[in-house]
Each structure stands twice: as structure tokens, then as C-alpha cells.
């Protein structure tokens, strides 16, 4: 289980493949690029500021165990930036949810989290381990085709959003998604993932889908119906 959650989970499949291939000539998704500081941090720190709320907060479990979006609202984050949550299975999972104008979309497609609290092959003791740990469990388990895709618009060379994040601890709670006692505390960790910071996106409803070809991990999906509501900003 915790192999489909943390490289999955992860891996955070969301998608609808037939929409990869619905590309609008000349048009790409609105995004902040690889290099960019969205809302003055790193796509590392945002990746590491993920994991935190993914696995070291019961907003972030609950996100994840949520089939149909009703908890949509527990990835907000003070900082006008929404966090994707994870899904915890292979298939098709779509989930609706309503946003405020204004909020940038943090998603992730795939990554490879490695921590010293967790067993091998995902353990690692220091820096320069826990680092060499998540890019090779990355390369080893999304070498396969990956997309993401907003209202029908593919994000081309998706690669290029990889990166890595510094190290990070984070505390797991009750009912935590490792499935380890509450308290339980990864004083060291790294993450190696691809993800993209959506700029905030006009009002109305959009689709986002991530695809995602795993031999290790099976094909998931995940669509989100995404309502933004209130004003546009300038």
C-alpha cells in the first residue's frame, strides 16, 4: 500500500488521457515557469510546503480520501495558492470543486518522496542519500508517458517542471496516510517530482487532468472540474 501511495499517491495521478491529445493549436496552459518564484518561493519549496500538507496534516489526508471533491477546500493555503491533493488508487478519479478568482493551482503530476522514517527502498540517512533515493525511485517508476492537460490544452516538455526540494521535515497525524503511529516525525526529507503552479485562472469552470503510464504503478487518472468564483483579478 504504501508503494501505491507515496510513488501514486505521489505520482499524484490525475488525468483524462483522451484529453492529451486535444491540443489547441498555438495555445499552451497559463503557468509559472520551472525558474519562477510563484508567490515568492521556489517550485522546490512549493513541492516541499506540499508534502508538508499532504502527509504531515489531516486536511491533507482527509483531501485525499475525498472520491468526489467535497473536500476540495482543505487544500487552500493562506498564501492564495490551492494544493492538488493526491489520489490513493489506480482508475479514473474526478472530483468538482469550487475556487476563489484570484488562487493560484498547485499540481502535481509525479514524484518520488524519500524520508528516514520510512523502510527501503524509500530510507535514506542523510542529504546526499535521501537525494540520490528520490531521483532514482523517480526514474525507475515514471519513465512512462505522463501529461497534463488544462481545458484541453496539453503542457508541453511537462520534464522540465522536475525538480527537487531541500530537505523538509514534516509530523504525521492521526490516520495518517503511511499508516504510521500519529506523532511520528521524518526530521529528514526529499522529494523529486514534476510539479506545475497554474496562474490563477478567469471565472467560470475549467477541467484539469493529469495522465499518467506506470509498468510499476498501473494507469491512473484523475479530472478536476474546477469552478473558479467571485471577480477576476486585473
Known sequence: MRRLLIS????????????????????????????AHPR?????????RWFQWQFGSSAGTT?????????CGEGLQPSRVWFMAIVT????TTRSCSLPAGTALFIVTVANECSNIEPPPFFGSTEAELRECAAAG????????VS???????LPNLRSFRTQTPLFQFT?????????PAGTTATAAISDGMFVMLKPLHRGTHTIAVHIESDALGNVDE????????????
Open 172 to 180: 504525521l497525524p492521526a490516520d495518517n496516510l503511511f499508516g504510521f
Open 63 to 71: 483531501a485525499a480520501l475525498d472520491e468526489t471533491g467535497a473536500s
Open 8 to 35: 501514486v499517491a505521489v505520482a499524484i495521478l490525475l488525468g483524462a488521457g483522451f484529453l492529451a491529445t486535444a491540443v489547441a493549436a498555438g495555445k499552451t496552459p497559463n503557468v509559472f515557469q520551472p525558474r
Open 89 to 92: 488508487h489506480e482508475g479514473t
Open 138 to 145: 523517480f526514474d525507475e517508476f515514471f519513465s512512462g508517458p
Open 148 to 154: 497534463l492537460t488544462v481545458d484541453g490544452v496539453a
Open 223 to 234: 479530472i478536476y472540474n474546477v469552478t473558479i468564483t467571485g471577480p477576476d483579478e486585473d
Open 40 to 48: 515568492g518561493l521556489s517550485y522546490g519549496e512549493w513541492q516541499a
